[in-house]
């Protein structure tokens, strides 16, 4: 009888997953208590895995479950944390499986647990700080406390390359999630250990609160100061906090997960998805509201928008909405000139002008009236909002960058 582990989603257990290829490959069936619910054919837990009696094929579900683990070294540390290898995703899912991006739950073994736990320790900001801190890439992984796991206390997993400490926050109190699965409310990230990129944090940071002012985002970004040392929390849009101790979480899956795609070809050029491919998943709304976010980051010139930056949440009902903007910073101060995915016929930042996002727009079916209305509406209310962003955390050479792009893209539309 091979191991096996059962996937929950709002308090259904939906599937079971079992390992192969020493947990390299993962193999899942949808139950009948899933189908019940939601009915054959549903895209309820991924747009490219939909219900059905038969196996999901194994690449899809490899491919999706792959996308809950950390990257780089968040990945070793968490996999010699239980002493296994990097590869064995199985393995990994059993450990750090209860509080993941979205709402999947996932339990092993005879564990009938459907409703996560809800036990928290109060930590002062101090120790929030020092917490943080740990998280840092450059720790000896050994020593380190990836996404904040312990050895005694695991359960806790997000993707992304940077170190971060999922925590919760009620009320102006912080906490750590004290039992495994207890649902973080925020997310922290120390500032980066990368020597090209001493300034990411901070400079994401300020972009995110940028972000929220603009409308693109409905996530709230601190900057926290403990002495000269200094970090970012992000409020978690795929939780509802309902009171202290009380949170609910929103399923949500990125554009990788959502295409059937590795992780590891999160970037166009490695193979990963287009823009258009991910707009065209959902209908004309969301498309408008993904022309934004890219306004946005055009703008911002983000180096770094590829397909795991984007994200789409499904609601009980099965409704799907594209996530708020995350994970945005101006990448255009670095080397790298080049985009994440092509928009337009554009493939680089010094290529790219207005019309390619009109033509993107247009490869969306999104009208040239409506198209013009998003990028202009975008664009002003940056120029509007700059003023009220404390720029001084971040890299004052990054963004002079950006004020200068924005000051272009104004002139271009006015001379439109
Ligand atoms: N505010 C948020 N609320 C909910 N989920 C989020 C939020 N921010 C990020 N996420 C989820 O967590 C994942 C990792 O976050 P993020 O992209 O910020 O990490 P990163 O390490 O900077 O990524 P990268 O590898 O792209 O640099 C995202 O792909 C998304 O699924
Ligand atoms: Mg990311």
């Not at 934004?292 to 980051?297: C, E, G, H, K, S």
């Not at 930056?309 to 099965?318: C, E, I, R, T, V």
């Not at 999104?366 to 700059?386: G, N, R």
């Amino acid at each position: 009888m091979p191991d096996t582990i059962k996937a929950w989603l709002y308090g259904t257990h939906i599937a079971n997953l079992t390992g192969r290829d020493t947990g390299k490959k993962i193999d899942m069936e949808y139950t009948h208590d899933a189908i019940d619910r939601w009915g054959i054919g549903s895209k309820i837990l991924s747009l490219s895995m939909p219900l059905s009696t038969r196996p999901v094929p194994p690449k899809r579900s490899t491919s999706f479950f792959r996308g809950l683990l950390p990257e780089g070294q968040q990945l070793t540390a968490i996999a010699r944390q239980i002493d296994v290898a990097e590869s064995n995703t199985f393995a990994l899912l059993r450990d750090y499986g209860k509080d993941v991006a979205g709402a999947i739950y996932l339990t092993n073994g005879d564990e009938h647990e459907p409703s996560p736990p809800t036990e928290y320790r109060k930590i002062s900001k101090k120790d929030l700080a020092r917490l943080v801190n740990e998280t840092r890439l450059n720790q000896n992984p050994g020593e380190s406390h990836p996404l904040g796991n312990t050895r005694e206390h695991k359960g806790r997993s997000l993707d992304g390359y940077q170190g971060k400490l999922l925590v919760a926050k009620f009320g102006n109190d912080w906490f750590m999630p004290s039992q495994d699965g207890s649902p973080s409310t925020h997310i922290a990230k120390p500032p980066s250990n990368q020597a090209d990129y001493p300034d990411l944090t901070m400079n994401e940071a300020v972009t995110m609160q940028w972000a929220t002012l603009v409308g693109v985002t409905s996530t709230k970004t601190e900057i926290i100061t403990d002495g000269d040392y200094r970090f970012m929390v992000q409020s978690r849009y795929d939780r509802l906090i309902e009171g202290p101790f009380r949170v609910s979480r929103i399923h949500q899956e990125d554009g990788c997960q959502a295409t059937g795609t590795d992780p590891s070809r999160k970037y166009q050029s490695h193979g990963g998805p287009t823009l258009r491919l991910l707009a065209m998943l959902t209908g004309i709304a969301e498309r408008e509201s993904l022309l934004a976010q890219l306004v946005f980051r055009v703008v911002v010139g983000d180096t770094d928008a590829h397909a795991k930056n984007f994200s789409w949440l499904h609601q009980p009902d099965g409704k799907v909405t594209l996530a708020p903007l995350y994970d945005s910073q101006p990448g255009l101060h670095y080397v790298s000139n080049s985009l994440a995915q092509t928009v337009g016929t554009a493939e680089t930042f010094p290529q790219l002008e207005l019309d390619d996002i009109f033509e993107e727009a247009s490869k969306w079916a999104i009208t040239p009236k409506k198209s013009h209305a998003i990028v202009s509406d975008t664009v002003t209310k940056m120029a509007d909002t700059i003023r009220s962003v404390d720029l001084t955390p971040a890299n004052p050479s990054a963004f002079k960058i950006v004020k200068n792009r924005l000051d272009d893209f104004t002139k271009e539309l006015k001379n439109q």
